[in-house]
């Protein structure tokens, strides 16, 4: 398994960018995918997640309104699409598989493996 | 919302020594907790889950327990590559998930 994040960088307050999470060596399609973000400050902080079919999306309060996560099975690549950055925002944005999906469930699993993870900085 | 609190924030210990970390939830989670290691320049890694269960790869000198909402890592004899920081994990509103602060093991 193999999860590559892309994307970060450095972008002004109010700002947008997406990130994209490549991902192989396994069946994509069939497992749910989160984005966990860190900072020395406030530590790791799960932001989103979504299912494998992507019928069902998840969001922590701090981005509800302003981030959408997605996918495109066909091509094994997860997204995080950031708008009205804030200087909080700043992180290490990571990609980590999130649990086995079935035709009707999505089962719980421990976040395993992470991405190495793509640094996004939010700042004028 | 679950809050999980990990002590020390620090340990300094020698290579061989016993290594404990505790994990605190603030209020019952079962035995739904996992830990993770990172080190630095590195993304976390899934060490132990379901508390007392080894991830595939992780050595016997790791071991991980519970007692109602208390949480222990210990870490039998520490070896070089085990200085690192680890985190806790709880997942009771999955699929969202709650980490603890880290304690970082440091060589003294």
């Known amino acids: 398994v193999q999860l590559l994040e892309s994307g970060g960088g450095l972008v002004r307050p109010g700002g947008s960018l997406r990130l994209s999470c490549a991902a192989s060596?396994?069946?994509?399609?069939?497992?749910?995918m989160s984005w966990v973000r860190q900072t020395p400050e406030k530590g790791l902080e799960w932001v989103s997640a979504?299912?494998?079919?992507?019928?069902?999306?998840y969001y922590a309060d701090s981005v509800k309104g302003r981030f959408t996560i997605s996918r495109d099975n066909s091509n094994n690549i997860l997204y995080l699409h950031m708008n009205s950055l804030r200087a909080e925002d700043t992180a290490i944005y990571y990609c980590?598989?999130?649990?086995?999906?079935?035709?009707?469930?999505?089962?719980?699993?421990?976040?395993?493996?992470w991405g190495q993870g793509t640094l996004v900085t939010v700042s004028s | 919302e679950v809050v999980l609190t990990q002590s020390p924030a620090t340990l300094s210990l020698s290579p061989g020594e016993r290594a404990t970390l505790s994990c605190r939830a603030s209020?019952?989670?079962?035995?739904?907790l996992a830990w993770y290691q990172q080190k630095p320049g590195q993304a976390p890694r899934l060490l132990m889950y379901?508390?007392?269960n080894r991830a595939p790869g992780i050595p016997a000198r790791f071991s991980g327990s519970w007692s109602g909402t208390d949480f222990t890592l210990t870490i039998s004899s520490l070896e070089p590559e085990d200085f690192a920081v680890y985190y806790c994990?709880?997942?009771?509103?999955?699929?969202?998930?709650?980490f603890g602060g880290g304690t970082k093991v440091e060589i003294k």
């Open positions: 994990q709880e997942r009771s509103n999955w699929p969202r998930g709650t």
């Open positions: 060596g396994f069946t994509f399609s069939t497992y749910g």
């Open positions: 980590v598989q999130s649990g086995y999906c079935s035709p009707t469930t999505w089962y719980p699993a421990w976040f395993d493996p």
């Open positions: 379901d508390a007392s």
């Open positions: 979504i299912s494998g079919s992507a019928d069902t999306t």
């Open positions: 209020q019952s989670i079962t035995f739904y």
